[in-house]
């Protein structure tokens, strides 16, 4: 059983941070790819970023030089820096992680950004 848990949203001014944590945790027995994804109200589910084992990123261009992604290997633990923030980036944002081909959600922590 593997179990993630997203952390560190909340409510936050345009132009704020915010970091995101992921922690996974259970049967893990090396983690393939970690990514972040995002689903506003109304909206689909899209994706923010990712970090492989090979220890490439990639992110959605919407978010290309705000957000950062970053992994502690030791922790299984990814995370997420968003800075300079819009009201755009409101969201509900989740942790997927793979593992031995099979993959695992979250529940999602939520970002508002809001004046």
């Known amino acids: 059983q593997v179990q993630v848990v997203e952390s560190g949203g909340g409510l936050v001014q345009p132009g704020g941070s915010l970091r995101l944590s992921c922690a996974a945790s259970?049967?893990?027995?090396?983690?393939?790819?970690m990514g972040w994804y995002r689903q506003a109200p109304g909206k689909e589910r899209e994706f923010v970023a990712i970090?492989?084992?090979?220890?490439?990123?990639a992110y959605a261009d919407s978010v290309k030089g705000r957000f950062t992604v970053s992994r502690d290997n030791a922790k299984n633990t990814m995370y997420l820096q968003m800075n300079s923030l819009k009201p755009e980036d409101t969201a509900t944002y989740y942790c997927?992680?793979?593992?031995?081909?099979?993959?695992?959600w979250g529940q999602g922590t939520q970002v508002t950004v809001s004046s």
């Open positions: 997927n992680i793979a593992v031995a081909g099979r993959y695992y």
């Open positions: 259970g049967s893990i027995f090396g983690i393939n790819a």
């Open positions: 970090s492989t084992s090979a220890g490439t990123t």
